[in-house]
């Protein structure tokens, strides 16, 4: 095969109050809206992947965690009922999703060649995590697309930000070379927050938006930099200042999902299109896209 490619990378963050506050059909909870800006960044988003012919949606979630290497889902579906454990007033959500397991055992087999240890989720009662739900939900409601879903190794826990950046790195190799050897059209999306500093207790009315705003200035200053960096394409200097950034803004950029991302996109230059930012419980949240299609030659 080959000439496959990725024509789009997104940040792509996953609060399930944005679920909650879009009242589908799959979600038990109903709400009265908020957290407005983000919801309307997502809106942007899928008009602007509505532009570019996909086949399928690689995601990488930092709420699937694995110790033991990289895993992927590796049935064609999986359904079931996923319950946020911290937030089960507001995310209660029936699933039944489609993997696209050719290229996922292509991932998985360019990550061993690699040297990655990899293994793939065959156990059909496997509860698929919130965070791959929520930003598959928000980037297609309609699940019209078959995913590939990869864990997050914790390498940061076990050993640093450094040692996880270089793990990540070769991970996001893996994926674009198995995704070019498959001759599909990928988006690829990491689903995290920037800083995830969060309040500890909840308005009564959740989506009370009097109560919605950044736990500190130093989350917000951390937020537009990493924000800054991105929109200019100074990818290399964001992967440099990711140790810090993700020890003092505690970021969810710990799961590895965006250092992968910047990877499997080859070290953009070119400027991303940031759709939204918002606060969700104080954590600071980016709708960003790099949409490399716009870079390829011959693409349209
Ligand atoms: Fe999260």
Not at 56 to 73: A, K
Not at 145 to 169: C, D, G, T, W
Not at 238 to 261: H, K, R, S, V, Y
Request: charged fraction near 20%; proline fraction near 6%.
């Amino acid at each position: 095969m080959g000439g496959g490619r990725i024509v789009a990378g997104c940040l792509a963050p996953h609060p399930p109050h944005l679920v909650y506050a879009e009242n589908p059909p799959q979600n038990e909870p109903s709400s009265e809206g908020g957290w407005e800006q983000l919801r309307w960044g997502y809106d942007r988003l899928r008009a602007s992947l509505a532009e570019v012919d996909h086949d399928v949606v690689v995601i990488l979630s930092p709420h699937w965690q694995t110790y033991v290497g990289t895993h992927l889902l590796g049935l064609e579906q999986f359904e079931g009922f996923s319950v946020d454990p911290v937030f089960p007033n507001l995310f209660r959500y029936t699933y039944d999703l489609t993997i696209d397991l050719d290229l996922a055992e292509g991932i998985h087999a360019e990550a061993l060649a690699a040297g990655l240890d990899a293994h793939m989720m065959r156990n059909p009662d496997f509860r698929v995590d919130y965070g791959t739900i929520t930003t598959a939900h928000l980037t297609d409601p309609e699940w019209s697309k078959p995913l590939v879903v990869i864990s997050s190794n914790r390498s940061r826990h076990y050993y640093s930000v450094e040692v996880m950046q270089e793990m990540m790195a070769e991970l996001g190799r893996a994926t674009k070379k198995a995704i070019e050897a498959s001759g599909k059209r990928a988006v690829v999306l990491a689903s995290n927050s920037l800083s995830h500093r969060h309040f500890t207790t909840e308005p009564e009315v959740p989506e009370d938006m009097s109560h919605e705003h950044i736990t500190s200035h130093a989350m917000h200053l951390w937020d537009m930099r990493i924000i800054d960096h991105m929109v200019n394409g100074r990818t290399k200097q964001l992967l440099d200042e990711m140790p810090e950034f993700t020890d003092q803004a505690i970021a969810e950029t710990d799961g590895g999902a965006l250092t992968w991302l910047l990877h499997a996109l080859d070290l953009p230059e070119y400027k991303a299109t940031l759709h939204g930012y918002g606060t969700v419980i104080g954590t600071g949240n980016a709708v960003v896209e790099w949409p490399a299609w716009r870079h390829q030659e011959g693409s349209a």
